[in-house]
T-cell receptor, first 114, second 107 residues
Framework: GAVVSQHPSWVICKSGTSVKIECRSLDFQATTMFWYRQFPKQSLMLMATSNEGSKATYEQGVEKDKFLINHASLTLSTLTVTSAHPEDSSFYIC??????????FGSGTRLTVV | DAKTTQPNSMESNEEEPVHLPCNHSTISGTDYIHWYRQLPSQGPEYVIHGLTSNVNNRMASLAIAEDRKSSTLILHRATLRDAAVYYCILITQKLVFGQGTRLTINP
């Protein structure tokens, strides 16, 4: 079945630094990728949708300059949290969709900003 | 995106069937009904999906009401590993999650 690999699975960074999270579709081409954020005991919140080769579409209230999304190839999308602060600490999850296939999720990245 | 309504939590016993309800009264004719589940500290996992007819797979069954305004995910014999948050989602172009149902399985 379709597999999405997300790295790193966890990261701790200092306040003010930037963190990059990678999402790769291993056995299919992902025409669309989605990035979510999830706080403890809450549901997943869609942050943005990205299509290969074009700019990401951000959901209302999500700062595009803070959460940089790059979808340069059909198998890789990256989310960079710039100038991270403690309130950005969360569980970030990517999802990929290929032509004719369903949605496959990565295993998530737990970001802790100290 | 059309909304779904699910109970916040449900509890069942191991090896018994579990029926997880979902209301989606504003569903449109082209909305597929998808179910995903999420185990703690993991990404969501696909369970099943359908459009109009009932569906079965190795994980579960999906019963869709005739008017499509509600559906039920059926786990035929729950195990402890089925304890998770179950999300019922209507998909058009993007996957938007509601609050889901937290399922607890008692040994």
């Amino acid at each position: 079945g379709a597999v999405v690999s997300q790295h790193p699975s966890w990261v701790i960074c200092k306040s003010g630094t930037s963190v990059k999270i990678e999402c790769r579709s291993l056995d299919f081409q992902a025409t669309t990728m989605f990035w979510y954020r999830q706080f403890p005991k809450q549901s997943l919140m869609l942050m943005a949708t990205s299509n290969e080769g074009s700019k990401a579409t951000y959901e209302q209230g999500v700062e595009k300059d803070k959460f940089l999304i790059n979808h340069a190839s059909l198998t890789l999308s990256t989310l960079t949290v710039t100038s991270a602060h403690p309130e950005d600490s969360s569980f970030y999850i990517c999802s990929a969709r290929g032509a004719g296939s369903g949605y496959t999720f990565g295993s998530g990245t737990r970001l802790t900003v100290v | 995106d059309a909304k779904t309504t699910q109970p916040n939590s449900m509890e069942s016993n191991e090896e018994e069937p579990v029926h997880l309800p979902c209301n989606h009264s504003t569903i449109s004719g082209t909305d597929y009904i998808h179910w995903y589940r999420q185990l703690p500290s993991q990404g969501p996992e696909y369970v099943i999906h359908g459009l109009t007819s009932n569906v079965n797979n190795r994980m579960a069954s999906l019963a869709i009401a005739e008017d499509r305004k509600s559906s039920t995910l059926i786990l035929h014999r729950a195990t402890l590993r089925d304890a998770a948050v179950y999300y019922c989602i209507l998909i058009t172009q993007k996957l938007v999650f509601g609050q889901g149902t937290r399922l607890t399985i008692n040994p």
